[in-house]
């Protein structure tokens, strides 16, 4: 069993900054890749991006490339989303997931998720 904790979120002008943390409880975090995904109002959740367990793959939603950066410390069992640049359509609840085997894209794929955190970037 993994609990998953998201922290971070909150509101931002747009351009602003924040950092989303995930912190796992579980001894094996580190065999776990790990993924960010996101719901805005009326829309599905979306991949946002997700981190193989070592951290040597990493994977963006387009929306997101050059702008969001995913890492991991697994010493901490922490996964972190910073995320810059934002703009008011990055606006969404963002939940954390482990998956038990390679990162993958697709939310079916996760086993266990945290209950999200808000962000929400105003214009």
């Known amino acids: 069993q993994v609990q998953l904790l998201e922290s971070g979120g909150g509101l931002v002008q747009a351009g602003g900054s924040l950092r989303l943390s995930c912190a796992a409880s579980g001894r094996t975090f580190s065999s776990y890749a790990m993924g960010w995904f996101r719901q805005a109002p009326g829309k599905e959740r979306a991949f946002v991006a997700a981190?193989?367990?070592?951290?040597?793959?990493?994977y963006y939603a387009d929306s997101v490339k050059g702008r969001f950066t995913l890492s991991r410390d697994n010493a901490k069992n922490t996964v972190f989303l910073q995320m810059n640049s934002l703009k008011p359509e990055d606006t969404a609840v963002y939940y954390c997931a482990a998956h038990a085997g390679t990162a993958r894209r697709l939310q079916y794929e996760y086993d266990y998720w945290g209950q999200g955190t808000q962000v929400t970037v105003s214009s």
């Open positions: 981190i193989s367990w070592s951290g040597a793959s990493i």
